[in-house]
């Protein structure tokens, strides 16, 4: 099979083509896993990260892509969830050990054999990939292959972001950074909690103007002071400035949500503005968001399916992965990008 491999970690700014398209063997399902065809998969910043080490693969080469859409096309002798020919995605979270305190209670993301698809185990950028049936799920008819995939990642985890944010309906909800997961997380207020007002920090006059477009109440620079306090901030840049400068905005007991792999070291001094009384004081929270769960990634699912939400996709070959990761770096073209595999 063709596929894309990763064969060390390297800097994308001097090497614009660290994807090497090889021939590999098509792999075969264990007794609980089944065999996907990979029709599409999404591109992802967390691909940068795994690409310039910031958080490493843990073997080479790997097949990179965790928001894979698929057909099933054979079953492990074990595996039974599923039919040949059944559409279904893989996220971020390619297994876990199932027998730990967290995986005993629905916090899997956190388990400590936690493997990420793409990372740990090769992923989507290929014509076939293989996962655990239990982390693999039913892709709602409403979608097209496309637009399904960047929902398996930045969609799932801002639906546990927002989770973990815990506004209730009226609250006042901060994003900052407006990127894929975002302009998702915009829509799942307005779906879910409509008298709730989202204010956006980007960099950019045109992704404020986006949010303003997509129903946001309020958007400017992170610098800005908003009008009203926030209960809650969910931050999805990959940089510290904005996190500082965020939490000025907060109410007494608020709460910043940083979704985030990692953070780039390159503003890393920003943290040194951080003003206790201003920024922390009042019981102030900073919470990470951690992987997903298979419950994210179901729930949500569903959730976009009913709203419906429909991401602005731009396809790309496979033979254009390296392409699509430099553009994405770049923050060139708005929208997610999707490599498509087959058909
Ligand atoms: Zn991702
Ligand atoms: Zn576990």
Redesign the pocket.
């Known amino acids: 099979m063709r596929a894309a491999v990763l064969k060390r970690t390297t800097n994308l700014l001097e090497n614009k083509s660290p994807l090497e398209l090889i021939d590999l063997p098509v792999p075969v399902p264990r007794e609980r896993e089944v065999l996907l065809k990979v029709l599409v998969c999404g591109v992802c910043h967390t691909e940068l990260d795994e690409i310039e080490g910031r958080t490493p693969p843990s073997k080479f080469p790997i097949i990179p892509g965790h928001q894979i859409v698929g057909r099933v096309e054979q079953r492990g002798s074990k595996a039974s969830k599923f039919k040949a020919g059944d559409r279904v995605g893989v996220a971020w979270i390619h297994s876990?050990?199932?027998?730990?305190k967290?995986?005993r209670t629905g916090m899997?993301n956190l388990?400590?054999?936690f493997k990420a698809t793409g990372r740990d185990v090769d992923g989507g950028y290929a014509e076939y990939t293989t996962v655990p049936e239990e982390y693999a799920y039913r892709i709602p008819e409403v979608f097209s292959d496309a637009e399904a995939a960047p929902l398996l990642c930045a969609g799932a985890i801002g639906y546990r972001s927002l989770r973990l944010a815990n506004i209730q309906d009226g609250d006042n909800l901060g994003l900052t950074g407006f990127g894929a997961s975002g302009h998702l997380v915009l829509k799942m207020v307005m779906y879910k909690y409509p008298r709730t007002k989202v204010y956006v920090f980007s960099r950019t006059e045109a992704e404020q103007r986006f949010a303003m477009e997509l129903g946001a109440a309020w958007a400017g620079s992170a610098e800005e002071q908003t009008p009203e306090k926030l209960q809650a901030i969910i931050d999805t840049t990959p940089a510290w400035g904005p996190v500082v400068e965020a939490l000025k905005n907060l109410e007494h007991g608020g709460r910043l949500v940083v979704n985030a792999i990692r953070k780039e070291e390159a503003d890393k001094s920003e943290l040194l503005k951080l003003d206790y009384p201003r920024d922390l004081w009042m019981e102030k929270e900073v919470k990470s968001v951690a992987n997903i769960t298979r419950r994210d990634v179901e729930e949500f699912l569903q959730m976009a399916a009913e709203i419906p939400i429909k991401p602005e996709v731009r396809e790309y070959g496979l033979e254009e992965a390296n392409q699509a990761l430099l553009e994405l770096k770049e923050r060139r073209i708005r929208g997610a990008k999707v490599l498509r595999i087959s058909r």
């Open positions: 876990s050990c199932g027998k730990c967290y995986c899997e388990c400590d054999e």
